[in-house]
């Protein structure tokens, strides 16, 4: 549209004057007013997918500013592990008043940065391990499995998958969460032996991918036969395109548990939107958004419960999950060995 007035709807010369002495006998409140109105904004750090448009951040946003006033802004950066390097190059110079995204496998790396602050809060949750973290709250978790189509015989274990010809798709550890879990997995199953294990594993390896959304594309368009992913993922296809064909496999060593968590910065200009923020993403309104679309377990499950199709996936009968502090300590070395697999 054209920026000029319609002349019928140009202001009286008169009454302009006169308003122009009114504000300025009035210490111009007419102008301040809008300030003082503004709408308060949040910020919140996340991942890409999170902020998709198949993802749960356009819904969740959409609910929370319904009941927030407020305006709830999503900053994408890459996939979850890359939250944390951001955090760690912004540092105090972040805008961000809430960070959604991280796992367990970082929290004790986010923790040492001193950027967060305790949420105070004691949520009724859902998961099949204890959860306790004075900074840090769940708000949906999954167990990683390989993903493959039903019509391939699934591999057990990791010692049966690194000996047979299958080909699979992971992610890079230094950029992705799951890249990362598998590390913690690996390493939580065969301590000691993880190197030799990955070392059996490289050959099976087609390429490693930034992010979750790029290797599980390339299982999809058929240039592998498993992908790292979750056992929630064959939900996707169940329910959103009435496609069977997908299986998790649950490997007898246990599959690791992903437990993906939020926190609020403690420079947050907007501390108590925050802390709202953290409550309404475990309330029933948030929580039933993420089984299908961020296609994870509920850290809550919501009083409808959970979605029809969830109940034929795939249940391990062990799930492996070390502390946040042992994660964090064992990081390096599963990277050292990881990355010396893959470069032989």
Not at 180 to 194: C, I, P, R, S
Not at 325 to 334: I, K, N, T, V
Request: hydrophobic fraction near 45%; include cysteine.
């Amino acid at each position: 549209m054209s920026g000029l007035r319609p002349l019928h709807l140009r202001p009286n010369v008169k009454w302009s004057l006169t308003m122009k002495t009114l504000c300025f006998a009035a210490g111009c409140l007419a102008i301040a007013t809008p300030a003082l109105a503004e709408t308060p904004v949040l910020d919140v750090l996340t991942y890409d997918s999170f902020v998709s448009e198949w993802g749960p951040g356009p819904a969740i946003e959409k609910a929370f500013e319904a009941e927030c006033g407020c305006d709830l802004r999503f900053t994408p950066a890459g996939d979850g592990a890359a939250l944390l390097a951001r955090l760690q190059l912004e540092g105090a110079r972040t805008e961000a008043d809430v960070v959604l995204g991280l796992d367990t496998n970082l929290t004790a790396a986010a923790r040492k940065t001193g950027l967060f602050a305790p949420h105070g809060q004691t949520p009724d949750l859902s998961l099949p391990v204890p959860f306790t973290d004075a900074d840090f709250l769940p708000y949906d978790w999954g167990w990683f499995a390989f993903v493959h189509g039903k019509s391939l015989t699934a591999p057990g274990d990791f010692k049966a998958l690194a000996a047979s010809d299958l080909k699979i798709v992971i992610q890079d550890p230094r950029s992705s969460t799951p890249g990362l879990g598998l590390l913690m997995w690996v390493k939580a199953a065969y301590g000691d032996q993880a190197a030799q294990i990955w070392a059996d594993l490289a050959d099976n390896i087609v390429t490693v991918t930034p992010g979750w959304s790029e290797a599980y594309g390339m299982f999809l368009e058929g240039e592998a036969d498993m992908v790292l992913s979750y056992t929630t993922s064959p939900a996707y296809h169940l329910i959103a395109e009435q496609d069977d064909s997908k299986a998790a496999a649950v490997f007898a060593e246990g599959n690791y548990l992903q437990v993906e968590v939020m926190g609020k910065l403690a420079a947050s200009d907007q501390p108590e939107l925050a802390d709202r923020f953290l409550a309404f993403m475990l309330s029933d309104a948030a929580q039933s958004v993420l089984p299908v679309t961020n296609w994870m377990y509920p850290a809550h499950v919501p009083a409808e419960g959970l979605p029809k199709g969830f109940e034929t996936l795939a249940q391990p009968a062990k799930s492996l999950l070390l502390s946040a502090d042992e994660a964090e300590a064992l990081r390096g070395p599963a990277l050292d060995e990881w990355r010396a697999a893959l470069a032989r």
